[in-house]
């Protein structure tokens, strides 16, 4: 992409309206937009980045065994009315009325929808378990919509569901999201510590949010030292493997984690083994049961003949509040750090001066080169000053920048610098395709 060509209108100025670093550097970079408190649309760089996030986050649900649906945003409230939630969730959820007077709502969670899929559906032990789910836009009225992407009214979330027959059965898909949330989260190069939590209005009994730490984080955090140097994603561990998966649940869930909310000084290890921090949640799991199985008749007759209501579980991520809580993990004062997976490009290149003839025949020579290898570069070929083209390349975060000028030009180099150390070097042309690694 040729940054004359592309839709980034990055701003020099913080606005003012924005608290906390990531929306700061969201609007900055030209990302997102907002159009009503706590609504957003998404330009093509931040789309760029929520889509990459999206993608991990699909591909580790179908590792774990879940499969895609998708759900409209608007749902009948009678659906609500059956589990009993539409009085229950009040102001929180936007109702709406159609043009025959039916009333309606802007979904802002899906356990309801999917009971009613599912009961239409399966009838037999003999179809369970199933895990489905979906990522869509949600709508909740929050009081208080802030820090832009992070707490917005409609944000992008995955939300997954799981049917079983028995709560041994449902234990077994609750470690199975619990696992495939820590492997997104490390595919997304972000530390997530998942930390015991209350079900809140979901309801039911076995409950984790997942947590990734940085100094803006709503909640206060108590993690032990332990989760710094442990395996969190298990590698070589298979989702069929439901001994070791158990095995891992225990382990994972002894080493001990605790919201404000939930601390116990007297469970917790030792001050000199405990890390207290900020946190922001990003993830939350629930085992509830048959809390809307019940209320709403999704039953399989069993293989003795019995009719039981079926085990459900709901597993959320915050898909765009990740794009927020990922910046307040990876900046710095220049601005955004992408972690490489998710770079909305996998380089940056800065032509120092355009207009140039050599200058911009090299670029043009090495941008076309480094497409042709696999790798999607952004090339900054204004007409303005060179401070301004870096402090922009700074501000967007993507992991190398190569500077190209008449100074290196002579020499046939040109300057190669990684934005998370800062290190730079001078690369021979030739050479900048390979020290960018492999596509
Ligand atoms: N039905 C369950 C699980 S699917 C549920 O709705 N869980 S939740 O309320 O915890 O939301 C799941 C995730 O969505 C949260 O962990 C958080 O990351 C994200 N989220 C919740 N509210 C907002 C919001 N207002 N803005 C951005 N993200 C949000």
Not at 45 to 59: D, N, P, Q, S, W
Not at 117 to 143: C, G, M
Not at 222 to 234: E, F, G, L, R, S
């Amino acid at each position: 992409m040729k940054r004359s060509q592309y839709f980034l209108p990055t701003l020099k100025e913080n606005p003012k309206e924005a608290e906390i670093v990531s929306h700061r550097y969201m609007l900055r970079a030209g990302m997102i937009k907002q159009t009503s408190a706590g609504i957003y649309a998404w330009l093509p760089m931040g789309l760029k980045v929520l889509k990459k996030i999206e993608a991990i986050v699909r591909e580790e649900q179908n590792k774990a065994g879940a499969q895609e649906v998708l759900m409209p945003t608007i749902q009948p409230a009678d659906l609500w009315k059956e589990s009993g939630r539409y009085d229950a969730y009040g102001k929180e959820m936007l109702r709406i009325m159609d043009r025959g007077d039916r009333e309606m709502l802007f979904g802002p969670t899906n356990e309801e929808m999917i009971t009613d899929i599912f009961r239409a559906h399966v009838k037999s032990y003999k179809d369970l378990p199933k895990n489905l789910y979906h990522i869509q836009w949600k709508f909740r009225d929050e009081v208080r919509p802030r820090f832009g992407v992070m707490r917005g009214r409609e944000f992008l979330m995955k939300d997954a569901y799981s049917f079983d027959l028995s709560p041994e059965d449902a234990r077994i898909s609750y470690q199975k999201m619990f696992l495939s949330y820590l492997r997104t989260f490390r595919r997304l190069g972000v530390k997530a510590i998942p930390m015991k939590a209350d079900t809140g209005p979901i309801g039911g009994d076995l409950s984790h949010e997942f947590i990734i730490l940085a100094d803006t984080g709503e909640s206060e955090v108590y993690t032990d030292k332990k989760w710094n140097d442990v395996d969190v994603t298990a590698q070589g561990l298979s989702y069929d493997d439901t001994a070791a998966l158990e095995t891992y649940f225990t382990e994972m869930t002894n080493i001990y984690a605790a919201t404000d909310e939930i601390h116990d000084a007297e469970s917790a290890p030792p001050s000199n083994e405990l890390d207290v921090a900020r946190g922001i949640e990003v993830g939350h799991i629930f085992y509830f049961g048959t809390k809307y199985s019940k209320a709403m008749g999704a039953s399989v007759q069993n293989k003795d003949g019995s009719i039981v209501d079926v085990e459900m579980g709901s597993y959320g991520i915050g898909v765009s509040r990740l794009v927020g809580a990922i910046i307040e993990a990876s900046h710095d004062d220049n601005g955004i750090i992408w972690p490489v997976e998710i770079a909305p490009f996998d380089a940056g290149l800065i032509n120092l001066r355009s207009g140039d003839a050599a200058c911009d025949k090299a670029c043009e020579d090495l941008y076309q080169q480094l497409q042709d290898a696999g790798f999607d570069v952004l090339l900054d070929d204004r007409d303005a000053r060179a401070g301004d083209k870096f402090a922009d390349m700074d501000l967007i975060g993507l992991p190398y920048q190569i500077i190209i000028g008449p100074k290196g030009l002579e020499k046939g180099s040109a300057e190669v610098k990684n934005r998370a150390t800062g290190e730079t070097k001078d690369v021979a042309l030739d050479q900048i395709v390979s020290i960018l690694g492999n596509k």
